[in-house]
């Protein structure tokens, strides 16, 4: 069983910043494509941003490029998603997701249902 658990989530003021931070366990980390979702109130949950399996490839939202930047770790079996210059309109919960791909390449998923594994999701609160 692939487990997902995210963390980093909190309050913080309009052009601040967060690390989350999501750990993989259950399944080789490095045969997982990683994505990044969020669901602010009333709206639906939205793509942010992904990276391959290799690493070598990411994709951003439009709304996110310049300002949060994807990464992994294999040694630590954790996926981070760095955000900066936050806006209120950032404000959602984040989820984790991983797709297992079973081997190392430059492929990136945008799309949920693409994804087989999902966090419980940290909140992210940004304030004027």
């Known amino acids: 069983q692939v487990q997902l658990v995210e963390s980093g989530g909190g309050l913080v003021q309009a052009g601040g910043s967060l690390r989350l931070s999501c750990a993989v366990s259950?399944?080789?980390?490095?045969?997982?494509?990683m994505g990044w979702f969020r669901q602010a109130p009333g709206k639906e949950r939205e793509f942010v941003t992904a990276?391959?399996?290799?690493?070598?490839?990411?994709s951003y939202a439009d709304f996110v490029k310049g300002r949060f930047t994807i990464s992994r770790d294999g040694a630590k079996n954790t996926v981070y998603l760095q955000m900066s210059s936050l806006k209120t309109e950032d404000t959602a919960v984040y989820y984790c997701?991983?797709?297992?791909?079973?081997?190392?390449?430059?492929?990136?998923?945008?799309?949920?249902?693409?994804?087989?594994?999902w966090g419980q999701g940290t909140q992210v609160t940004v304030s004027s």
């Open positions: 259950g399944r080789t980390f490095s045969s997982c494509a």
């Open positions: 997701a991983a797709k297992g791909v079973g081997y190392s390449n430059n492929v990136v998923y945008e799309m949920q249902y693409q994804y087989n594994y």
């Open positions: 990276i391959s399996t290799s690493g070598g490839s990411t």
